[in-house]
């Protein structure tokens, strides 16, 4: 496996995990165009992906503008072999080390994710619309990851 920080080539790729994923799927996928992707992955922030045989697995995007974690997914055959944990110590490495602005992401209930982000250490500060939302101080980060 190769974790890179991603291109706008991968885009295609990104959008084709993005709309494999089981859980936190988008109601309408054309809701997420590859200009938005492209925009998290230049202008507001930096995005990452996983390759191996030349296919991307898994991505995750931070956005720098609005100090929030816009995306991390992983194609469900590909779940549980560490690669989110890596896209997320990579992308909250890269985040950490550009801002020590608190960043919030928010995910929906009783998923996954949910659990993903709380073995993390990340803090669930309430909801966001439907979803929880949390967050992750640069001195949690950093003392969890010394």
């Known amino acids: ?15 084709r995990v993005r709309n494999a994923v089981k859980e936190n799927q988008l109601s309408n996928p054309a809701l997420v165009t590859d200009e938005d992707c492209e925009i998290y992955m230049t202008v507001k922030g930096k995005a990452w ?3 191996t045989n030349n296919q991307i697995v898994g ?15 992983v194609l469900p055959e590909f779940d549980r072999q560490g690669i989110g944990k ?13 801002t020590a602005t608190t960043v919030w992401l928010s995910t929906a209930p009783g998923t996954r994710a949910e659990q993903f982000y709380t073995l993390q250490g ?13 967050e992750m101080t640069k001195e949690t980060w950093l003392a969890k990851n010394a």
């Open 59 to 73: 991505f995750a995007y931070a956005d720098l503008s609005a100090n929030n974690i816009w995306a991390l997914f």
């Open 49 to 51: 992906v996983c390759e």
């Open 122 to 134: 990340w803090t669930r500060t309430g909801m966001h619309g439907k979803e929880i939302k949390f």
């Open 1 to 15: 496996m190769i974790f890179r920080e991603a291109t706008i080539s991968d885009i295609p790729q990104i959008q």
């Open 86 to 98: 890596e896209l997320h110590r990579l992308m909250l490495h890269w985040y950490f080390s550009k």
